[in-house]
């Protein structure tokens, strides 16, 4: 095989794409209100994104049992989007996060926020 300087340059080309992908990342809401819309941003790493908003529970063991059994509030599926809409349904009071994993496998985690009371019903 002929080593040739146009290898080299796609070689070289193609590392530089690789390292240029910015790391997945999703932002925390700044608040998740029961009943009413929430808007979720996330991006980086390689899409299709899969997107699950999970419940944060504070004993460690039961973290891990949930992440053994990948148990989820609900999910967003995968998707090409950087963002979704959301009808806050689950109860006030609950401690909630974002996970957000990219085509690849990396995994980017929002902050835990609690879901406050809304004005009105759902």
């Given at each position: 095989?002929?080593?040739?300087f146009a290898t080299a340059l796609a070689g070289a080309l193609a590392t530089l794409?690789?390292?240029?992908?910015?790391?997945?990342?999703?932002?925390?809401?700044?608040?998740?209100?029961?009943?009413?819309?929430?808007?979720?941003?996330?991006?980086?790493?390689?899409?299709?994104?899969?997107?699950?908003?999970?419940?944060?529970?504070?004993?460690?063991?039961?973290?891990?049992?949930?992440?053994?059994?990948?148990?989820?509030?609900?999910?967003?599926?995968?998707?090409?989007?950087?963002?979704?809409?959301?009808?806050?349904v689950a109860p006030v009071g609950d401690p909630?996060?974002?996970?957000?994993?990219?085509?690849?496998?990396?995994?980017?985690?929002?902050?835990?926020?609690?879901?406050?009371?809304?004005?009105?019903?759902?």
């Amino acid at each position: 095989m002929k080593f040739t300087f146009a290898t080299a340059l796609a070689g070289a080309l193609a590392t530089l794409a690789a390292a240029a992908t910015k790391p997945v990342f999703v932002d925390t809401p700044v608040s998740l209100v029961r009943c009413e819309i929430s808007t979720f941003h996330w991006g980086g790493g390689v899409p299709p994104y899969f997107v699950t908003y999970r419940l944060f529970n504070l004993m460690p063991v039961r973290r891990v049992l949930d992440a053994i059994n990948n148990t989820a509030v609900g999910e967003f599926g995968n998707t090409e989007e950087d963002g979704a809409e959301w009808l806050v349904v689950a109860p006030v009071g609950d401690p909630l996060y974002l996970e957000v994993r990219d085509s690849d496998g990396h995994l980017a985690v929002s902050a835990q926020v609690r879901v406050q009371p809304g004005d009105h019903e759902c």
